[in-house]
């Protein structure tokens, strides 16, 4: 009994000690490999999945270096570039996305039993898109969009069962022929996203997406050459968010059916041959639209007053259709809007209806090309995020006289930090000051704007041989007002206006050079002394002109953040102007001397209280005493 209880009481002395009973370092040691055989691969794929990949590795012209990992460890495809298992070593994942390969598609992918997710996309693979791919029993996420895949999707038999299929991403491809028929989407009940975008697909949309799919959230078809209308299937589309069919040949109206689809939130159906009026009994229920995109068709009619119960509504393009009628003073209530572009229409009346101090969102405006009237509403002056308005094109302003639309006087002050002091040339063009208009050449355009090839316009300002460019802009008028706000801000003459002064001055000047001499010999000193006044004006103003030019250099390189190199260089410009300054005064000033010296001899200089030198001549020799 005692021998039991002095080894009990070394056991224990020797635990507390640090150290462990043999015992329990066996049971550790037990745990340890138990848990090492649950990390460790020793579950890696089957020999069936990794003879699928190296088929389809197989039929690449080039793998993008694929093989220096798939055959550095060709016992476990589990550890190879792209390929994901799960826990107990199935391929659930391969993710060849911008490898650069090329060649075919094989359908030995379709024989991995657990792959969840296959995204082949921005690849230069070519041929078809294996029916086993889509037809797969456990695919979920198909991704093959940006590459050169062709021929005809080919459709999934009727008596298969459903499909696991949720993202089909084809877009950007070469696919022609027909679009698949209801019967392929028949068996995908869980398809949820259809992208099909950028393709050359034909015939009609099929009017049956949502019969077999119900889940069916996004449908992109834009970019194709789909004909006949828009399917009214699509309003049984339950929850359906975006629909995208521009850039195609569809025609016919809208059915009131399509607006049943009450969580449409993106509906983009541009540049196709639909026409018809905006129903705004059928627009009011898709309260959740955020972008309504109908540009590029034959609409007609007006915009409905029920459009200011989208209160969700971010995007409006209804540009380039044959809509007319007035803003809707509604128009106000889509507080969200960021981007109004109603370009190429009919609309008429007066912007004043719609007040846009509400819109402190909007950042384009676009009403190019229609029949306003009136002034531009001092209201617009709220849209601080306003980045760009475009009003050409209309008849704003007094039509009769042919001026220019007419802004408010001035712009409320806007209040800006203390620390932010406001640039000076991050002019907008609605924000220029009406008593600026452009200067107008009578027969070249406007002064300071260039043509662009492209039909835009270049606004620049002369620096002696070089052009010192403002910006470009869509119409000659923006780049004109653009030029003559820079002008203003610099106070820099136009140079128009100062050759046309300094050709008058010089032909006054002349005449009253010829008066003089004709009436009396004796005032010819005094027309030589005013024809030295003139050209030392006209010095003056050229070397103004010059430090003004020079001046202008060097801000604009330091705001242009050209580097030290621009610096740099308007530094030297402005250094060669104030060299020639300097020794034109002194060429001017030796030339008045020498003259003044041949005709009217000995001269008595009289110093002034401004301290310059006038030099005054008399008509008799000065003698030494005077």
Not at 239 to 247: D, I, N
Not at 285 to 303: H, V
């Given at each position: ?449 260039r043509a662009r090839p492209s039909g835009r316009f270049d606004a620049e300002i002369r620096s002696g041989e070089e052009r010192i460019r403002l910006g470009t802009y869509d119409t000659a008028h923006e780049a004109a007002r653009a030029y003559d706000a820079v002008a ?139």
């Amino acid at each position: 009994m005692e021998k039991k209880q002095q080894q009990l009481h070394s056991s224990w002395k020797n635990y507390s000690n640090g150290g462990f009973p043999i015992p329990l370092i066996g049971c550790a040691i037990v745990v340890a490999v138990l848990l090492l055989s649950m990390a460790s691969p020793a579950s890696s794929c089957t020999e069936q999945e990794k003879d699928s990949l190296l088929q389809f590795h197989a039929g690449l012209l080039q793998d993008g270096g694929l093989a220096a990992s798939w055959k550095r460890n060709i016992t476990d495809c589990c550890v190879w570039d792209g390929v994901t298992c799960s826990a107990d070593g199935a391929v659930t994942d391969v993710s060849l996305a911008s490898k650069g390969l090329e060649g075919q598609i094989s359908p030995s992918l379709g024989n991995l039993a657990g792959l969840l997710r296959l995204n082949l996309s921005h690849n230069s693979l070519s041929g078809g898109l294996p029916l086993e791919l889509v037809s797969s029993s456990s695919i979920i996420a198909l991704d093959v969009s940006f590459n050169r895949l062709k021929e005809d999707m080919q459709e999934v038999p009727s008596l298969t069962s459903v499909r696991p299929l949720q993202v089909l991403n084809i877009s950007s491809n070469l696919f022609t022929g027909r679009f698949p028929s209801s019967t392929t989407w028949g068996v995908m009940s869980n398809l949820v996203t259809l992208n099909a975008n950028n393709n050359s697909f034909t015939g009609q949309i099929p009017s049956h997406f949502c019969t077999g799919s119900p889940s069916l959230a996004v449908v992109a078809l834009c970019y194709n050459q789909f004909t006949g209308g828009i399917p009214p299937g699509l309003g049984n589309c339950s929850m359906l968010r975006v629909l995208k069919a521009g850039h195609n040949n569809l025609s016919g109206t809208l059915p009131n059916k399509l607006f049943d689809a009450s969580f449409l939130e993106y509906l983009s159906l541009p540049d196709n041959g639909l026409h018809g009026v905006i129903n705004g009994a059928q627009i009011v229920k898709l309260r959740n639209l955020a972008t309504l995109d109908l540009g590029g068709n034959n609409f007609s009619g007006k915009i409905p007053d029920s459009i200011g119960q989208l209160k969700r509504l971010e995007e409006l393009r209804l540009d380039n259709n044959n809509m007319s009628g007035e803003l809707p003073s509604t128009l106000s209530n889509c507080t969200n809007l960021i981007t109004i572009d109603l370009k190429s229409n009919h609309f008429h009346g007066e912007l004043t209806n719609v007040n846009f101090s509400s819109l402190l969102n909007l950042k384009n405006l676009d009403l190019l090309k229609n029949k306003f009237t009136g002034r531009i509403p001092e209201s617009i002056y709220s849209c601080t995020k306003l980045a760009a308005l475009r009003i050409s094109g209309n008849n704003l302003g007094h039509a009769r006289s042919g001026q220019l639309p007419l802004l408010p006087a001035r712009p409320p002050a806007l209040s800006l930090p203390a620390a932010l002091p406001p640039a000076p040339l991050r002019l907008r063009p609605f924000l220029l000051d009406a008593k600026m208009p452009p200067r107008r050449r009578s027969s070249s355009g406007y002064r300071g704007v260039r043509a662009r090839p492209s039909g835009r316009f270049d606004a620049e300002i002369r620096s002696g041989e070089e052009r010192i460019r403002l910006g470009t802009y869509d119409t000659a008028h923006e780049a004109a007002r653009a030029y003559d706000a820079v002008a203003w801000r610099l106070g820099r003459p136009p140079a128009d206006e100062s050759t046309m002064c300094g050709r008058a001055s010089r032909r006054r000047c002349s005449r009253r050079h010829r008066r003089s001499s004709r009436t009396s010999s004796g005032a010819a000193p005094a027309t030589s002394s005013s024809a030295c006044a003139w050209r030392s004006r006209t010095s003056a103003t050229a070397l103004r002109g010059r430090a003004r030019v020079a001046a202008t250099a060097a801000f604009y390189a330091e705001k242009e953040g050209g580097g030290a190199a621009a610096m740099k260089k308007a530094s030297r410009e402005k250094r060669r102007a104030d060299s020639a300054a300097r020794k034109k005064a002194r060429a001017d000033a030796a030339a008045r001397r020498r003259r003044n010296e041949k005709a009217a001899g000995p001269s008595t200089v009289v110093l002034s209280s401004s301290s310059e030198f006038q030099y005054t001549t008399t008509s008799t020799p000065v003698s030494d005493t005077t």
